[in-house]
């Protein structure tokens, strides 16, 4: 669980990624530190942890991203955490659509969807009465592909 | 079950009233949840979408907003009255079936497990170690009450425990917690010194005698001996990571003295105090100063203990240690 280090970087470039890809009124990271583990993969957290040199630093707060391949993915704990006032790329489910999509299912868009037209191409935050429940994918085809880990999949909600 | 409770006749110069002790270890646990105040803001969007009240002053944790929710969908919630947010729930059955367990509104932890967190008293600003944290309730009652500002360093020495504590803190939304993977009798010295220490040590779970066979948890109900040489290193270790001033709190999920007040005694020196613990809504019997003809510390009798029949919880002994501050 701990082979590649855990480091500090300089975050400005994911937070304001993330402010941008969202459209979000303020900055969710202010006052946050952002750490990389390997080539993809970003943290934040507010933890003090300069005084703990010499420790094996496992995690630190909530892995939000993975970068470095066309579409920057978002995890679903980062979306329900800084997604939820997002004006862009963003997709409204209905109940019978958030059953399904937390179920891990795909949602059909139909073809005259109105909802198509506002959605850019790749990771979305799918929202369910104004909160963000989880990440999706998105490629512009018929459906918006969920991204609940399986682990977090709800095959018979209690909604 | 009764073979069970038989396991714990060696305490029975210990408990008040045997017959109540007894009978309360055969019922079922209630369902505790507590509700997570980080995540009031989308509680309350998700009660205005439903028509459900959606502000409560004087209610900082939101658990009025997250009762009236399930109450409204037929669950019976009781205010647990000590514990800010906290309610005992009835008819949820699978609470990890709904979208507010998904969303990190409430967490499910037992009545008892509460307690050892309130008593360690955790501050604003603070640097705390949960030394045995998975899967993670207390570490993460601790990080909600110092979320604006101070630090948890959660750990286990278990990995498939280590990804339970993640996957929690995760859904939760925490953000000041670190999480390390060590030997807790390993901890490196240099990390330390902490504020405040939470040693929640891994031990016979007797008191998990109610959760009953099949909870997915070894067979509770028998004292193992052998636990109590690893408590002793564990507490050996955390006292050293101790700042002096700080607070230490000891705690079991079993009645063993063997593995609660013989581990103090064993390992705490002239520099501990063990201070007694003021807890309002819960009763607690007093620690034991002596076992198996042997004289303990006079101060175990501070050391809490809280039977099953006390408060109609599961068992739990919690001691909080003060570490005299340097002349």
């Known amino acids: ?159 | 079950m009764a073979l069970e409770t038989d396991n714990l006749r060696r305490y029975v110069d210990l408990i008040d009233d045997w017959d109540a002790f007894a009978s309360a270890c055969e019922r079922p646990l209630p369902m505790v949840i507590w509700t997570n105040p980080l995540r009031r803001g989308v509680l309350e969007r998700l009660n205005v979408a439903d028509g459900l009240p959606c502000s409560a002053p004087g209610d900082p944790t939101g658990g009025g907003l997250l009762a009236a929710r399930l109450r409204a969908r037929g669950y019976e919630c009781e205010d647990l009255g000590w514990y800010p947010g906290a309610y005992k729930l009835e008819g949820l059955s699978k609470p990890g079936r709904t979208l507010e367990h998904l969303l990190g509104i409430f967490h499910v932890q037992e009545e008892v497990s509460l307690i050892p967190s309130v008593v360690l008293a955790p501050r604003s600003g603070e640097l705390i170690l949960d030394m045995c944290a998975a899967p993670g309730g207390k570490t993460a009652q601790i990080a909600v009450a110092i979320a604006s500002g101070g630090t948890v360093v959660a750990n286990d020495v278990r990995i498939d425990r280590l990804r339970a504590l993640r996957s929690n803190c995760e859904r939760l939304g925490l953000l000041n917690v670190a999480m390390t993977g060590h030997d807790g009798t390993k901890f490196p010295l240099d990390a330390g010194p902490f504020d405040a220490i939470l040693l929640d040590a891994p031990c016979s779970c007797e008191g998990n005698v109610r959760r009953g066979p099949g909870s997915g948890h070894r067979r509770p109900g028998a004292f193992l001996t052998g636990r109590s040489g690893l408590q002793a290193t564990l507490l050996g270790r955390a006292w050293k990571m101790l700042a002096p001033g700080g607070r230490l709190v000891y705690a079991t999920c079993t009645f063993a003295p063997e593995e609660n007040e013989m581990v103090l005694d064993y390992s705490l020196g002239d520099d501990a105090r063990i201070e007694p613990i003021r807890f309002d809504g819960l009763t607690a019997a007093p620690g034991v100063t002596e076992w198996l003809g042997q004289a303990l510390r006079p101060d175990c009798a501070h050391v809490a203990r809280f039977w099953p029949h006390l408060n109609d919880t599961g068992g739990f002994v919690v001691a909080l240690v003060r570490k005299e501050a340097a002349p």
């Open chain 1, 1 to 159: 669980m701990n082979r590649v280090p855990f480091l500090e970087i300089d975050g400005s470039l994911y937070a304001e990624w993330w402010r941008d890809r969202f459209d979000l009124e303020r900055d969710p990271f202010a006052g946050m530190r952002f750490y990389q583990r390997g080539r993809a993969k970003i943290w934040v957290g507010t933890a003090e942890v300069a005084g703990l040199t010499g420790t094996r630093m496992d995690v630190v707060g909530i892995h939000i991203l993975r970068i470095g391949r066309r579409f920057w993915k978002p995890t679903s704990a980062a979306i329900v955490a800084f997604a939820g006032g997002a004006r862009a790329s963003v997709v409204e489910l209905d109940r019978d659509e958030v059953v399904r999509f937390l179920a891990g299912q795909d949602v059909c868009l139909a073809e005259d969807d109105p909802r198509r037209a506002n959605l850019p191409r790749g990771f979305l935050a799918a929202r369910y009465h104004g909160v963000a429940v989880g990440c999706a994918e998105w490629h512009g085809r018929e459906a918006v592909r969920s991204l609940i880990p399986k682990n977090r999949r709800i095959m018979e909600i209690d909604l």
